[in-house]
């Protein structure tokens, strides 16, 4: 099979190793470009660590059957993606899990349109869309290849189309976001994505090897080990989940996302590592469960069974280890001791960088507190083990920073209708809401009051700029000091004490009673101390001080 008419499963795998690899050469430079002078997790490290995540999946094999790589690919970033453009990013790639099902290699025009799916996607799952984005460079760039795929003589040349296109379309986002045109920088994950393509252009010109070697990318790129040991690590912990189970369905009275609902409503009663996805008509579940038969029943319910695939976990794990155990049915999920119907009614998962922030949430109530935030946003995948190691019937899920709400969107879609994410942005967001949570209420009552709780916050941050900008009409130098409320620049200046005065000045704290202030771990206490003496002279406010520990705001203040 010649590159000039098919990319089969495996090339397809080397292709987007190739895209990662010119990625992964370019992250300082997409990360420069961020708009916000201040460390945010930022894009080009996130595109690149989410990207690794599905690319770690694709090393698990020499060679590919075109379905199985592109639901590996697939899988692997939906779990792997960290901060808004992670998530878009692996929106933008399951294009191809949804026109692969039939198909046994892409030619031209079939991976044009995963390209036009993918977007599609992506546009769906942002809840308002600015264009001058990642987005629009996406979007044309899938145009171009649509309109071309008629014309192209050869992959090289059709993908030529479309990395023109997605360079003209990223040299166009100063003219369509002022934020960009005001710093001077084109969209930061629009050039990511442009240098993803770039890499698919140089494989298929045959500028680059055609391969990473399997052994260096397994080490290299996976977060651990093989998809068999993490889930013979579930069995150490979970028994009761021994059958991996897969089905393929096709759904004949209902849409395609009815049926996705439906079945992961139904099948996240009793199993778990659940995945539902579809395309066209056709439904594809991965769960791990001990009633096996009882998702078939559920999937046939639905429509006919188009595949099946049942592995019993217990006796892979326990041949890897030499020691054979016998599966125990009978510890069904609905009567086990320490799992799901032994937790909580509800439980809470916080984000939260700075052990003495993390303190702080633990004392309030939360279950988890993930390790993170601004510049360590977590993975879907690192939300969803914290929701599952809460053993709880229902989960609420507090981001606590804008850049993680759709890591932790992503989180509750592959989980199910148990999962409930408040979408608060900042630390005192976070802490306003868990504050308002009662214990006694159902989720329902207790999410809509949280909800109410976060749009009555105002916080207010100091923050030290890390690059020269233009930011919200103003001209920062590296190294000065930003006060932000709600996420507004209010002041920039180099002395980072009358920048908090003027930050608590507009947060209103001449109207207010009770100033909260967390300190970073690189203010002194002596700084600290002066602080809390200015403020209680000049706005008569109580004020109650926290060391937070976090690593990029030095101050951060919640008023009431």
């Not at 045959?206 to 080990?225: F, I, L, S």
Request: overall charge negative.
């Amino acid at each position: 099979m010649s590159l000039e008419d098919r990319l089969d499963g495996t090339a397809f795998a080397q292709l987007l190793r190739a895209g990662h690899a010119r990625l992964k050469q370019h992250v300082d430079v997409v990360n420069a470009l961020n708009v916000f002078p201040v460390p945010d997790g930022d894009t080009g490290t996130n595109m690149e660590l989410s990207l690794a995540s599905g690319v770690a999946r694709l090393a698990e094999r020499d060679e590919w059957p075109l379905g199985s790589a592109a639901q590996a690919l697939a899988a692997g970033l939906l779990m792997g993606a960290r901060g808004n453009s992670g998530v878009i990013l692996s929106q933008l790639f399951r294009g191809f899990l949804k026109v692969t099902q039939r198909v046994d290699a892409l030619d031209i025009e079939t991976f044009a349109a995963a390209l036009q799916e993918g977007v599609q996607i992506a546009y769906r799952a942002v809840s308002k869309p600015v264009e001058g984005t990642m987005l629009t460079v996406a979007r044309e760039a899938a145009a171009a290849g649509v309109r071309e795929a008629r014309h192209a003589t050869s992959f090289a040349a059709w993908m030529a189309s479309v990395y023109d296109a997605a360079k003209t379309a990223l040299e166009r986002t100063p003219e369509q976001l002022a934020v960009l045109k005001e710093a001077g920088v084109v969209d930061s994950g629009g050039q990511g994505l442009v240098y993803i393509y770039e890499g698919f252009l140089a494989w298929l010109q045959g500028d680059v090897a055609v391969d990473t070697p399997v052994e260096t990318a397994r080490h290299a790129a996976a977060p651990r080990n093989d998809a068999l040991d993490f889930a013979a690590a579930q069995i150490d912990h979970d028994g009761e989940y021994g059958y991996c189970t897969e089905v393929l369905v096709r759904v004949a009275e209902m849409s395609t996302e009815d049926a996705e609902r439906q079945l992961r409503e139904r099948l996240g009663t009793y199993g778990d590592s659940l995945l539902v996805v579809g395309a066209d008509d056709l439904v594809k579940v991965h769960v791990h469960t001990l009633h096996p038969g009882r998702v078939l029943e559920d999937a046939i319910a639905l429509g006919p069974l188009v595949k099946i695939k049942i592995d019993n976990m217990t006796e892979q794990h326990a041949d890897i280890r030499g020691t054979a155990e016998p599966l125990h049915p009978e510890a069904s999920a609905e009567g086990k001791t320490d799992g799901k119907a032994a937790g909580k009614a509800v439980a809470i998962v916080a984000v939260a960088a700075g052990e003495g922030l993390q303190r702080v949430f633990a004392s309030l109530g939360a279950d988890v507190v993930i390790a993170g935030g601004q510049t360590m946003n977590p993975s879907t995948e690192d939300i969803v083990e914290a929701v599952r190691s809460t053993a709880s019937v229902e989960t609420i899920v507090l981001p606590n920073n804008k850049n993680i709400v759709m890591a932790a969107n992503q989180a509750r879609e592959v989980l199910g209708r148990h999962v409930h994410v408040v979408p608060t942005t900042s630390i005192p967001e976070g802490i306003a809401a868990l504050m308002s949570f009662h214990p006694e209420d159902s989720v329902a009552d207790n999410t809509r009051r949280m909800t109410e709780a976060i749009r009555r916050v105002h916080a207010g941050q100091v923050v030290r700029a890390v690059r020269d900008s233009v930011y919200q009409d103003r001209a920062i130098k590296a190294n000065q000091f930003l006060g932000l409320v709600n996420q507004e620049l209010m002041d920039v200046q180099d002395d980072r004490l009358a920048v908090a005065m003027n930050v608590i000045r507009a947060m209103g704290g001449m109207d207010a009673e009770l100033l909260t202030v967390f300190y970073g771990s690189g203010v002194p206490e002596e700084e600290v101390n002066q602080l809390c003496e200015d403020v209680q002279q000049t706005f008569g406010l109580e004020v109650e001080r926290q060391y937070g520990g976090q690593p990029v705001y030095d101050y951060i203040f919640a008023l009431e």
